[in-house]
């Protein structure tokens, strides 16, 4: 039944795919070691979405995972849900990729890329009906980028008509991890606009903003605070011991990566999935990249003082600084959007606010296409918190995403710099 293929690569794609993971175990009542712990009826009515049933009573990730270096896997293998992924569907190299997207796309990962759709051919014909695939990567190292986007366009060729979604963490306007990230971005992102049907983009400067700015996080990671894995509501605690140093930044993620898709997994008064999701918001098959957010943020100190009620977390879900990539939405205008509410609320005040924001704010939404939001509410809300709610906008200030990456990229090549890294891997210069 509708089932999701997840696949994630590189450290960056690892390590959020490893808390999404965490995320929907916590969701559907899975503990670590893949056993059903959970009291409701409707966790297991359609938890064959993202597992599947193994004959001992387990329940499997429907998850492949790739590097082109082990360590990410071990750190995987070793830590909360390390234990419920199958074994097979680790697929990595010995060699790495040195953060060269050329090394991903065609000498090292083109060389591992066969064993990784075997495991995807596999997991596939395990689906009664598959409907896509969603991808975990960044753009701005080797694997992620180069061998992310070369699976994603073979993936596209045996399976061209199921929906391709990835979660793509592009590289940060001023923090930058690696010197050659734009040349790798800008490499992804023409292979992205070919072959993916829906990009969220995502990037760890403005997660970090969130959790500076909103949450009042004085270090965004958990490693040195535990009780920072608190992040949104007072009785919410994890399960697990979180240890990765993007703790909080992958938990936002995560956050908005099962509220996507949180009408395939549990009853709702309006339904959504990866397709309906991708014909209201894709004007034009090329304008697919999405900016996305969750609500409520809220700090620790500043919880009591605020009510979770549909206006207040449409407020937050529509507010610039909610959004999970380093542009704003201000600067551009609204081609489509899409809500997803998730908890007990009536529709009729979920359009009544969605109208609202169209009409007190119509400057920031196109005029050529009337009623451009979509919204959805699904009945049950995530663990811990009385109602939450996704966000997706198409937006055109997106463009600053890229005209960022574009700029670095120009001042480098027209120099020449770091191109012997790739010409050095088969590639040709224009």
């Known amino acids: 039944m509708r089932e999701i293929l997840h696949i994630q690569g590189g450290q960056c794609g690892n390590q959020i795919g490893a808390k999404f993971w965490e995320v929907v175990c916590a969701e559907h009542g899975i503990d670590a070691t893949g056993r059903y712990q959970g009291d409701l009826d409707l966790q297991l009515e ?36 390390g234990q419920i992924f199958r074994p097979d569907n680790f697929v990595f190299g010995q060699s790495g990729a040195g953060n060269n997207w050329a090394k991903g796309h065609y000498t090292e990962g083109a060389e591992l890329i066969d064993s990784v759709l075997d495991v995807v051919r596999k997991e596939a014909e395990n689906c009664d009906c598959l409907q896509g695939f969603q991808v975990c990567h960044s753009l701005g190292g080797g694997t992620g980028s180069g061998m992310g986007t070369l699976l994603i366009s073979k993936i596209r060729e045996e399976y061209p008509d199921r929906m391709m979604l990835t979660f793509s963490v592009f590289p940060s306007p001023k923090v930058s991890d690696t010197v050659v990230e734009p040349y790798n971005a800008t ?43 608190f992040l949104f509501c007072q009785d919410y605690r994890l399960e697990f011991d979180v240890l990765d140093l ?18 395939l997994r549990f009853p709702g008064q309006l339904n959504s999935d990866l397709r309906k999701l991708a014909v209201n918001l894709i004007p034009f098959p090329r304008l697919h990249f999405f900016m996305v957010g969750f609500a409520p943020l ?98 055109t200030s997106i463009q600053e995403m890229f005209r960022r990456v574009s700029e670095q990229f120009t001042a480098m090549f027209k120099r020449k710099a770091f191109l012997h890294w790739y010409t050095g891997e088969g590639m040709d210069e224009m």
């Open 46 to 81: 359609r938890i064959n979405v993202y597992y599947n049933e193994a004959s001992c009573g387990r329940f499997v990730p429907r998850a492949v995972l790739m590097d082109l270096e082990p360590g990410t896997m071990d750190s995987i293998r070793s830590g909360p849900v």
């Open 298 to 395: 809220t700090s620790r100190g500043s919880q009591q003082y605020r009510a979770l009620t549909v206006p207040e977390l449409t407020q937050q879900m529509w507010d610039a600084k909610n959004m999970m990539c380093a542009a704003d939405p201000r600067h551009g205008r609204y081609l489509t959007a899409s809500a997803m509410f998730r908890g007990k609320m009536s529709t009729k005040e979920v359009d009544e606010q969605m109208l609202n924001v169209q009409n007190k704010n119509s400057s920031y939404f196109v005029e050529w296409i009337p009623n451009n939001v979509k919204s959805t509410v699904c009945d049950i809300p995530p663990t811990g918190l009385k109602m939450a709610s996704t966000f997706i906008g198409n937006s």
């Open 246 to 263: 993007f703790g909080d930044l992958n938990h936002l993620i995560s956050a908005t990566m099962s509220g996507v898709t949180c009408c």
């Open 187 to 229: 490499l992804s992102v023409h292979q992205l606009v070919e072959n993916a049907d829906e990009c969220m983009v995502l990037d760890n400067e403005a997660l970090y903003d969130i959790c500076f700015r909103t949450l009042k996080l004085t270090t965004p990671s958990c490693k040195s605070y535990p009780d920072l894995c």
